[in-house]
């Protein structure tokens, strides 16, 4: 027997047998355990046929089974090498990272008919530039839904980022996350406040929205009901490769994540919504006009838009009317809310402020078009006081409250039909907001520790 053919025996013996469940466990799982008998009895299968060939070289030195055997070892380097580049990355260059709302470093792209959106998330797992959990810095978590996020403007668009600007020597977290209300804003402070440890904490509550969907829990709660959850999406193959590699390569697959496609899920939900609509559901979507029913059928309009205007047309009202027994109780639903997020922050160090954002149907009469075109019902609500169940609620908990005031202008400061801010309206309650910041006590204090 040739000398090269008694080594390559012998290194697939040791490959073989290095190949075991143990050794896997160790490198691909997050918990070093693989529970999975199937996957378990594969790894011991493969690791029986190396075995079974190294020694069949060492017997029978066949040419063929020689050629076989240099695949197997030149296979076996190769990955082992790739992943110990994962495995070095990750542990010498990838920076510190944990999944806070959204998967670190996830990238998600939109286009829509009023905006094109990429937006990038960052190593801790929300929209801003990378940082690290200790704070070098006075730091200020930002706690809210998508208008504090900033959906359908550029990460420097935001209002959240031009605060920044404003306040240099501030470290501002963009703990926003699209679709919350007071009750997730509990559960995205009890999981961040502790790690990231701010000295304030921002807690912004979108006029409307954030107390319909309250009182929507109520309704549901009262009547034994539960809250509907959304199809989950059938799993793409080029999804599904992508979370196979994650299990061999997960600091790489972490770190240069595949961009998610918003339309396609938006689209997806479109057609769910169509489906489930009844005759006279389905007659006032019918009455939208071409463009509405073409973006919207298209992913290109927001779904919860027409899912709200098909089954609660008076949202915007009776989220603002406290004569309706309904909106009473979620008042007291969110003041339980913001009481939590009140010792939330207290008991981690932090000094809670709550802000009121401004929403379209009860400051903007002349952007109050789209709304009604799109199914709502918005009469009346221009003489709403939207702000009040947050008035009242901060001055019963004696944290500061502030409520920035659009000025009157001429320029548009919401899509048409998405209804979040555009770039202008960021901007012009960024100003607001700096200019309420600046004659807060509690504030000035704040920035001269």
């Known amino acids: 027997m040739k000398s090269g053919h008694k080594t390559l025996g012998i290194l697939l013996i040791l490959i073989g047998l290095l190949s075991n469940p143990w050794l896997f466990s160790w490198l691909f799982s997050n918990d070093g355990d693989i529970t999975t008998s199937a996957i378990i009895g594969t790894i011991v299968f493969c690791e029986l046929l190396i075995v079974i060939l190294g020694v069949s070289i060492l017997i029978l030195a066949r040419?063929?089974?020689?050629?076989?055997?240099?695949?197997?070892i030149s296979t076996w380097l190769t990955v082992a090498f790739s992943v110990s580049l994962d495995r070095a990355y990750g542990r010498h260059i990838i920076p510190e990272t944990d999944n806070l709302l959204f998967p670190a470093f996830s990238k998600a792209e939109h286009y829509a008919s009023e905006f094109e959106l990429d937006v990038s998330i960052n190593n801790l797992g929300f929209r801003g530039p990378s940082t690290r959990l200790k704070k070098q810095a006075k730091r200020v978590v930002v706690i809210g839904d998508s208008f504090t996020f900033g959906w359908g403007v550029k990460e420097h668009e935001t209002w959240i980022h031009q605060l920044s600007?404003?306040?240099?020597?501030?470290?501002?977290?963009?703990?926003?996350?699209?679709?919350?209300?007071?009750?997730?804003?509990?559960?995205?402070?009890?999981?961040?406040?502790?790690?990231?440890?701010?000295?304030?904490?921002?807690?912004?509550?979108?006029?409307?929205?954030?107390?319909?969907?309250?009182?929507?829990?109520?309704?549901?709660?009262?009547?034994?009901?539960?809250?509907?959850?959304?199809?989950?999406?059938?799993?793409?193959?080029?999804?599904?490769?992508?979370?196979y590699l994650g299990l061999v390569f997960p600091n790489f697959t972490k770190r240069f994540p595949a961009k998610v496609s918003i339309q396609t899920r938006w689209k997806k939900d479109a057609e769910n919504l169509l489906s489930e609509l009844n005759e006279l559901q389905l007659a006032k979507y019918n009455s939208f006009n071409t463009t509405i029913r073409n973006d919207f059928e298209n992913?290109?309009?927001?779904?919860?838009?027409?899912?709200?205007?098909?089954?609660?047309?008076?949202?915007?009202?009776?989220?603002?009317?406290?004569?309706?027994?309904?909106?009473?109780?979620?008042?007291?639903?969110?003041?339980?809310?913001?009481?939590?997020?009140?010792?939330i922050a207290e008991s981690n160090g932090a000094e809670p402020l709550f802000i009121n954002i401004p929403n379209r149907p009860y400051a903007f009469p002349s952007e109050l078009e789209p709304l009604s075109e799109l199914g709502f019902d918005v009469s009346g609500c221009d003489t709403l006081d939207a702000a009040f169940p947050m008035t009242m609620t901060s001055d019963g908990l004696e944290v500061p409250l502030l409520n920035p005031k659009f000025p009157?202008?001429?320029?548009?400061?919401?899509?048409?039909?998405?209804?979040?801010?555009?770039?202008?309206?960021?901007?012009?309650?960024?100003?607001?907001?700096?200019?309420?910041?600046?004659?807060?006590p509690e504030w000035k204090r704040f920035l001269t520790l």
């Open 63 to 72: 040419k063929s089974l020689v050629n076989i055997g240099l695949v197997v």
């Open 165 to 243: 600007g404003q306040y240099p020597n501030v470290e501002f977290l963009n703990l926003g996350q699209g679709g919350n209300h007071p009750g997730d804003y509990v559960r995205v402070a009890k999981k961040t406040i502790p790690l990231l440890k701010p000295d304030v904490v921002f807690v912004c509550v979108l006029e409307g929205n954030d107390l319909h969907q309250l009182m929507r829990l109520v309704e549901f709660e009262e009547s034994g009901g539960s809250i509907p959850k959304s199809e989950s999406m059938h799993e793409p193959a080029n999804a599904k490769i992508r979370r």
């Open 299 to 343: 992913g290109l309009l927001n779904p919860s838009m027409i899912y709200e205007s098909l089954h609660h047309p008076t949202m915007f009202r009776l989220a603002a009317d406290t004569s309706v027994e309904l909106c009473r109780k979620g008042i007291i639903r969110l003041h339980d809310h913001l009481l939590e997020l009140k010792f």
């Open 408 to 440: 009157n202008t001429e320029t548009r400061v919401f899509y048409r039909y998405d209804g979040h801010w555009n770039a202008a309206g960021n901007r012009i309650f960024a100003e607001q907001l700096i200019a309420e910041l600046d004659s807060l």
